[in-house]
C-alpha cells in the first residue's frame, strides 16, 4: 500500500496550521460493533452494490465497447409510494441509463476499496479493475468524462450544470479513485480523475473566458477536497473553494446557463433555487433549506475549505447553519429532511414521524458534515451529533447482515415500510455502503502535535507525529459499555496532546491516566479533555462513560410529538417493535416515573442492550363497535421493551415506533 501525499506547501496549509485531518481508512483497524457492521459490508454489501449495478444494466452505460443503450429516462425522484411499490421486487432490470449512474459506480468502487483492505476479495477486485478500465477508455483526449453525456446525450456536456449531476458524477468518481488508490496502491482510477479535474480546472474558475458555474447537486467540492489532500496537489483545493465561493452569486449562474439553451430560468420544476442552496452565496446563507443531501454535501465542502484556509467567515456561516438544523429541524434519530416533495426541509419543528423521508443518504451527509466541523478543532457539539446520527439514522438504512436497504428512515410504521434489495434511484445502498466501510476515519483528527479521538471502539490506530510512527489501541465494548481503556504506543517517548470526547449524554465521567484520576472538569474544553504529556510505550488511559438511560422530549413545538417520550442510552435511541410488544403500539403508554432498565441480550440482534419498563396498554378489546364514547378506554398494565432503532426490521415484519406516549 502506498501512503497518500501531504498536502504540498499551500497557501490553504501554511494558514491552516491547527486543522485536524480524519487518519486515511486503512490507518484505522475497527473491532466489535464497527467491526462486525463493517464485516458485514466486506462480506455481503460491497458484492451487492456491484451485482445491482450490473443488474440495472449499468455497465451498458459506460461500456464503450457495447452499443448505447440509448433510453433516456429522465430524472426522477421517486415518492415514497413508488419506492414502497418498487421496493424488495425492483432490482433494475427496466432501467438502462440514468444520468447519475457514473456517482453510484463511484460509490461502488468505494465502497468495494475500503472493502479489499478489510476483506481480501479478488473476484471483486477483478470487477472494480474492469470497471475502472472501461472508464479508462471511455475518457476523451482532453480528459472529460461523463457516460451520460458521452453515450446518452453527446453534444451536451456542460449546458445544465443545474439538473444534470454532471459535476457530482464527477465527484463521487474522484472519492472512488482516492479511496481505491488508498486502499489497493492502484493508481489508474487516480491518474484517470485527476485528469478529469485538470479538464473541469480548466473549464471553471474566475480567470476571463472561464464559465463561472458550479453543480446543482453538490458533492464535487468536497471530493476536490480529498483529491488535494491525496495527491498533494494544491489546484484541486483551489477549484473546490472556486465552486464553493461562486455559488449563488449575481448573475446566477443557472439563470444564465438556462437562457443559453434556449429555456426559460423561472420555468425551473423545484421553482427556487432554494432547493440546491444557490439562492444566495454561501457565505450569507443562515437557513437550512432545500434539498437535503445536497445541503449536507455543500456545508461538508465549506467546512473542508473552511479549515484548509483558515476562513473564519465561512466557519460563521456554517456554525450558523448547524445551529438551525439542530435547533429546528433534526429528528432525534439523527435524520433530516422530512419531506419526499423536495426530498428535504419544509419548516421550523416539522418532524412527522411516520412520513418523514429522512432519506438515508441525508443521515450519511450529516456524518460527513459533521466530521468535517471537527477539523477546525475538537468540539463535542458536532461530534455528539455525528455519532447521533452514525448510530442510528444513518445505519438504520443497512440490514444487519449487509444486505438490504432503506431508503427512507421513518421514526413510526404501522407495519409496511421494510428494506428493499435495491431501488431505481440506487444512492442510499452505496452510500451507507462506503460509510460503514470508512468508519475508521471518523474516529480521529490528526494535527501537528495532537490526536482528537472523536468515537469510542474496539479499534487500533497507526499515526505519525513529527514524523515518528504511534499506535493507539481502544480496548471497549462501546456503545454497550462506556469503559474505553486506551494505551498509546510509541518508540521513543513523544509529545502530544490527546484530546477525548466527553459526550454530553454521559451524566457521569471518569478519566485516569496510567492510574491516576484526571479532574476532568478542568480539562475539559469544547466537551474534550485535553491531555498534554509525553507519551511513554505502556502509558494507560482509562475513560469511564457511564451509559445512561434517558428519556429524550422534544420542544413542544414540534407538534407531532407533544406528549410523547423517546428513549435513549448513551448514544442509542431505542423504538419499540410489534414483534417484542405486538401490534397497536399506539395503544402503549409509558408512565413518566416508570424504571427504566437496561438488558445485555447477546443472542438478539447480533447482541444488543435492550430497554425495558412497566407501562400500560389501552384495551381495544372491549371496546365493541363503538368508534367515539364518552369514557376514555380502560389501561391494562404491560411490560414494554425497546430495541435499538438501528436495528429494528431485522426480525419479523410489524409495527415500529420511536415516539412513545406518555402517561
Ligand atoms: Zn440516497
Known amino acids: 500500500m502506498t501512503a497518500p501525499q501531504p498536502p504540498a506547501s499551500t497557501k490553504a496549509e501554511t494558514s491552516a496550521k491547527l486543522a485536524f485531518r480524519p487518519l486515511p481508512v486503512p490507518q484505522v483497524d475497527v473491532r466489535g460493533f464497527w467491526g462486525d457492521r463493517v464485516d458485514a459490508v466486506a462480506a455481503k454489501t460491497a458484492g451487492i452494490l456491484y ?77 472494480i479493475d474492469a470497471v475502472i478500465d472501461m472508464y479508462g477508455k471511455l475518457q ?6 461523463s457516460s451520460w453525456y458521452q453515450r446518452i446525450q453527446p453534444g451536451l456536456r456542460w449546458t445544465n450544470l443545474r439538473d444534470c449531476h454532471e459535476l457530482y458524477c464527477a465527484g463521487h468518481l474522484i472519492e472512488g479513485a482516492v479511496a481505491y488508490y488508498q486502499a489497493t496502491g492502484k493508481r489508474k482510477l487516480l491518474d484517470i480523475m485527476c485528469r478529469y479535474a485538470d479538464h473541469i480546472a480548466s473549464m471553471f474558475g474566475p480567470e476571463p473566458g472561464k464559465r463561472k458555474g458550479y453543480c446543482g447537486h453538490e458533492e464535487i467540492e468536497l471530493a476536490l477536497v480529498k483529491l488535494a489532500r491525496a495527491t498533494g496537489e494544491n489546484k484541486y483545493m483551489e477549484l473546490a473553494k472556486y465552486f464553493i465561493d461562486q455559488r449563488g452569486q449575481q448573475p446566477h449562474y443557472f439563470d444564465e446557463e438556462a437562457r443559453a439553451r434556449g429555456a426559460d430560468p423561472k420555468a425551473y420544476h423545484f421553482k427556487t433555487y432554494e432547493y440546491n442552496q444557490s439562492h444566495k452565496p454561501v457565505r450569507e446563507q443562515d437557513k437550512v433549506v432545500g434539498h437535503a443531501v445536497r445541503a449536507m454535501y455543500l456545508y461538508s465542502g465549506m467546512a473542508d475549505i473552511a479549515t484548509e484556509y483558515g476562513d473564519d467567515t465561512l466557519k460563521v456561516a456554517l456554525e450558523r447553519l448547524w445551529d438551525d438544523l439542530t435547533t429546528k429541524s ?23 414521524n411516520e412520513t418523514a423521508y429522512a432519506e438515508t443518504c441525508a443521515s450519511v451527509g450529516l456524518v460527513f458534515w459533521a466530521s468535517r466541523m471537527l477539523g477546525m478543532g475538537p468540539n463535542a457539539r458536532y461530534a455528539d451529533m455525528m455519532e447521533r446520527a452514525l448510530y442510528n439514522g444513518s445505519i438504520s438504512g443497512l440490514s444487519l447482515d449487509g444486505s438490504l436497504f432503506f431508503y427512507e428512515n421513518p421514526l413510526e410504521s404501522r407495519g409496511g415500510h421494510h428494506r428493499w434489495k435495491w431501488h431505481r434511484c440506487p444512492c442510499c445502498p452505496p452510500n451507507i455502503g462506503r460509510m460503514v466501510a470508512s468508519i475508521g476515519s471518523y474516529f480521529y483528527g490528526l494535527a501537528d502535535d495532537a490526536l482528537a479521538v472523536h468515537l469510542y471502539g ?71 479533555a485535553a491531555i ?86 389501552a384495551e381495544t378489546e372491549n371496546w365493541g363497535s363503538d368508534l367515539y364514547r364518552a369514557k376514555p378506554p380502560a389501561a391494562e398494565e404491560t411490560k414494554l421493551k425497546a430495541v435499538p432503532y438501528f436495528a429494528w426490521d431485522n426480525r419479523d415484519p410489524g409495527e415500529m415506533l420511536v415516539w412513545l406516549r406518555e402517561g
Not at 425492483?90 to 478489510?118: H, P
Open 51 to 127: 451485482d445491482r449495478c450490473v443488474e440495472a444494466r449499468m455497465l451498458e452505460q459506460i461500456d464503450p465497447d457495447r452499443p448505447s443503450p440509448g433510453v433516456v429516462i429522465p430524472f426522477h425522484s421517486p415518492s415514497p409510494d413508488e419506492a414502497d411499490a418498487q421496493g424488495a421486487e425492483f432490482t433494475g432490470s427496466t432501467v438502462t441509463t440514468q444520468m447519475f449512474w457514473d456517482s453510484d459506480w463511484g460509490k461502488t468502487i468505494e465502497t468495494a476499496a475500503y472493502s479489499l483492505y478489510r476483506r481480501r476479495n479478488p473476484d471483486l477486485e477483478k470487477k
Open 140 to 145: 476523451q483526449p482532453d480528459g472529460y468524462l
Open 330 to 352: 433534526l429528528y432525534v434519530t439523527g435524520g433530516l429532511g422530512p419531506s419526499a416533495h423536495n426530498e428535504g426541509f419544509t419548516s421550523d419543528y416539522d418532524l412527522p
Open 458 to 528: 474496539d479499534s487500533t490506530a497507526r499515526f505519525e507525529i513529527a514524523g515518528r510512527p504511534v499506535s493507539l489501541v481502544q480496548t471497549s465494548n462501546y456503545p454497550w459499555d462506556g469503559a474505553v481503556a486506551i494505551e498509546i504506543e510509541a518508540e521513543t517517548p513523544i509529545a502530544l496532546t490527546l484530546y477525548l470526547r466527553v459526550p454530553a449524554w454521559c451524566r457521569n465521567a471518569a478519566l485516569k491516566v496510567n492510574g491516576k484520576m484526571v479532574d476532568l472538569d478542568a480539562a475539559t474544553i469544547d466537551g474534550y
Open 532 to 617: 498534554r504529556r509525553e507519551w511513554r510505550r505502556g502509558d494507560r488511559v482509562e475513560l469511564d462513560l457511564e451509559m445512561s438511560m434517558a428519556r429524550l422530549f422534544a420542544n413542544p413545538q414540534v407538534r407531532q410529538d407533544i406528549g410523547r417520550v423517546a428513549l435513549a442510552r448513551g448514544p442509542l435511541i431505542y423504538c419499540v417493535e410489534e414483534t417484542d410488544n405486538g401490534g397497536g403500539l399506539h395503544c402503549i403508554a409509558l408512565p413518566r416515573e416508570a424504571k427504566l432498565e437496561a438488558h445485555s441480550e447477546p443472542n438478539l440482534l447480533g447482541g444488543i442492550v435492550t430497554l425495558s419498563a412497566i407501562g400500560s396498554r
